[in-house]
């Protein structure tokens, strides 16, 4: 692609309305959040990306890069007199859409009905997380399954999130990624403002509340389960956070959490055994038993997990590795030896 | 100029299905009925033989209907079987199985067999085709050594060395799965399923109130009906209500003499057989 598909690229080009973040994405049918839709919701005045449509003929012939901006540039002045108040209906509706961090999925076709989520396709299962003495301490297995088929093996589903935050996810590992740019998106818009503040992890998981709650309310969730856990420095010293937001929007905070199966198998491990202030060794210890139980109990796990923690020096995501599952119980080896011939 | 995505969707509730389920519904299709879950039975094998554990509580629906309900059924001396499910299923069941065994043990003269319960039950359930809804755990030690089976209400059966059943058998089977080994004694055996037990009284909404604990081992069984009581109700006073006399006012008296309404006669009639 020819313009703007590198920060760089894009910082070179000049415009009068500077480079956005997200202009670096664009869909290749022309639309994608950088059609002013992030610069809207700060600066409030529409951009005219939305009257027009570039089709992917503009994008990839034009040799000025930011092919909002270029757009953007002239109309912007010729739309800065719009009455904010009484705005024309035209203008109404596309900023009622822009004002939207999130855009409504979009099917390839603008002119065909808008698909809504019905039921995910490759899915992760569960994450756990609880909070440990240095931070919070987050893991899941790195498996996405397809269906019934285990798809792939060295998934990860648990990511960093600027330097204060994890997120990990269960469920349709698209939606995931998505979820991702969005965050992406947001660290770098907050970094823009360069102004020594950092987005800590009760923002992220606000954040994440509102994009889930409101995707559910439109019929077209993002089908996921998120755990949002992180340290930041607050007004009482290092304050550790671990929330939870699922597909609906249910979300809180507590000491532990867990997403899916994890729910059913490794919370009333965790409500048995954690205790506040547990040492770095002991929550592993306390992790690998939880994934040992998942492991044997839920089937569309893997014997592959990955442990990430993450504590005031930053995130730390630990590279996969196996648990020894233990099958020599006399029983299993000959289970008729009471009544043979029986089953 | 694009024209129809301009306007994204309206929320809230679609009432189509709803038209849709009205329509069915007197078309003659049967709603699912209710089905009643909500207990957790755990069983184990240990060295010197089986312990068995279940809750204490009996649901229907949303309502606790028994708060202390026996869930542990006898099926012989030697053999005990923890019932998940319809209540009136499993108590059926059992007690049907039971009383084949008492009769096989009459015309065989000896100590019965778990597999011959085991076979009892699942032709019995299979039959059925699973209209028999008891999810059984069914343990005991017999000359062969110690057994413990589940038992599906399709008819299906295992022969584990740990088993749950029932609503709260996640929890239970998370504490089992990090917690057993083989060769447990007697005391870690009856804690380990007393903490199982908890992990779904505490865990499980369907399970709740108290523990009880069945120990068999060869020649000895031993029936701890409310082992743990992690429940308790706590009144406000210890010693329950006191009130000592005068406490209250009396107004006035008017006592009112009964007059004998019955004349009785010496030597009438005899009751005829």
Redesign the interface.
């Known amino acids: 692609m020819a313009i703007a598909d590198t920060p760089s690229a894009a910082r070179r080009c000049s415009s009068s309305t500077g480079w956005r973040p997200g202009a670096i994405w664009p869909y290749l049918d022309g639309t994608g959040p950088s059609q002013g839709r992030v610069l809207c919701s700060r600066a409030g005045s529409p951009s005219s990306s939305g009257v027009v449509?570039p089709s992917p003929a503009h994008i990839l012939g034009s040799d000025r890069c930011g092919f909002a901006s270029g757009g953007v540039a002239g109309a912007a002045e010729a739309q800065n007199d719009i009455d904010v108040l009484n705005p024309p209906p035209e203008v109404e509706?596309?900023n009622?859409?822009k004002e939207?961090l999130v855009q409504?999925s979009?099917s390839m076709d603008?002119?065909c009905?808008?698909s809504l989520t019905m039921y995910p396709c490759v899915t992760g299962t569960s994450v756990i997380a609880f909070k440990y003495k240095d931070g919070v301490i987050m893991a899941c297995d790195t498996g996405a399954s397809y269906g019934s088929t285990l798809r792939y093996k060295s998934v990860e589903r648990i990511k960093a999130v600027g330097k204060h935050s994890l997120i990990g996810a269960s469920g349709e590992f698209s939606d995931f990624q998505e979820i991702l740019r969005y965050l992406d998106e947001l660290t770098l818009s907050d970094h823009m403002w360069d102004d020594g503040n950092s987005l800590g992890p009760k923002e992220i998981h606000s954040y994440l509340t509102r994009v889930m709650y409101n995707r559910r309310?439109?019929?077209d969730p993002l089908w996921n389960s998120l755990v949002l856990g992180g340290v930041k420095k607050g007004p009482k010293g290092d304050e550790k956070y671990l929330g939870m937001v699922n597909m609906i929007g249910t979300h809180f905070e507590e000491n532990y959490v867990a997403t899916g199966?994890g729910n059913?198998?490794?919370?009333?491990?965790l409500?048995?055994e954690w205790h506040e202030d547990i040492t770095f060794e002991e929550a592993v210890k306390l992790v690998e038993?939880?994934l040992?139980?998942l492991l044997?109990?839920d089937r569309s796990s893997i014997n592959k997990f990955q442990i990430a923690k993450i504590t005031t020096e930053g995130p730390t995501i630990h590279p996969p590795y196996s648990l020894k599952a233990y099958w020599g119980?006399?029983?299993?080896e000959n289970?008729?030896?009471?009544?043979v011939g029986?089953? | 100029m694009?024209g129809?995505?301009?306007?994204?969707?309206k929320?809230g509730f679609?009432f189509d299905l709803c038209r849709r389920n009205n329509m069915l519904q007197k078309n003659g299709l049967k709603l699912p009925g209710f089905r009643k879950t909500g207990t957790t039975i755990v069983g184990l094998?240990f060295q010197d033989g089986v312990v068995l554990g279940a809750d204490t509580r009996a649901t229907e629906g949303p309502i606790v209907a028994d708060k202390n309900c026996e869930k542990i059924h006898f099926m012989a001396p030697n053999i005990y079987c923890c019932g998940a499910g319809t209540a009136a299923d499993t108590e059926a069941v059992t007690d049907m199985v039971s009383s084949q065994l008492q009769l096989h043990r009459y015309a065989t003269g000896r100590e019965s067999?778990?597999?011959t319960a085991?076979?009892l039950l699942k032709s019995h359930l299979f039959r059925y085709q699973g209209h028999v809804s008891a999810a059984l755990v069914l343990g005991g030690v017999?000359c062969?050594?110690p057994?413990?089976h589940t038992v599906y209400p399709h008819g299906s059966?295992?022969?584990?060395?740990f088993a749950t059943m029932g609503s709260g058998s996640?929890?239970a089977?998370?504490?089992f799965?990090?917690k057993y080994k083989?060769g447990l004694t007697r005391e870690e055996g009856i804690q380990l399923v007393s903490?199982a037990i908890c992990?779904g009284i505490?865990?499980d909404l369907g399970s709740g109130s108290n523990v009880d604990v069945c120990v068999i081992t060869k020649g000895k069984t031993e029936y701890l009906r409310n082992h743990q009581l992690p429940n308790p109700r706590t009144y406000a006073s210890s010693k329950g209500y006191s009130f000592t006399k005068g406490q209250t006012e009396v107004l006035s008296t008017k006592i009112t003499p009964l007059k004998q309404k019955v004349e009785v006669t010496e030597g009438g009639d005899a009751m005829e057989e």
Request: with cysteine; hydrophobic share 40%; glycine share 4%.
């Open positions: 449509r509706k596309l009622h859409k939207l409504p979009s603008v002119n009905q808008r309310n439109k019929f199966f059913h198998l490794a919370i009333p491990i409500r048995a038993k939880c040992l139980v044997y109990r119980f006399s029983h299993f289970p008729a030896q009471g009544a029986s089953w | 694009t129809s995505m301009d306007l994204p969707a929320g679609s094998v067999r778990v597999v085991l076979t017999d062969t050594g057994h413990l059966t295992d022969t584990l060395p996640l929890a089977m998370s504490v799965e990090s083989e903490d992990a505490f865990n």
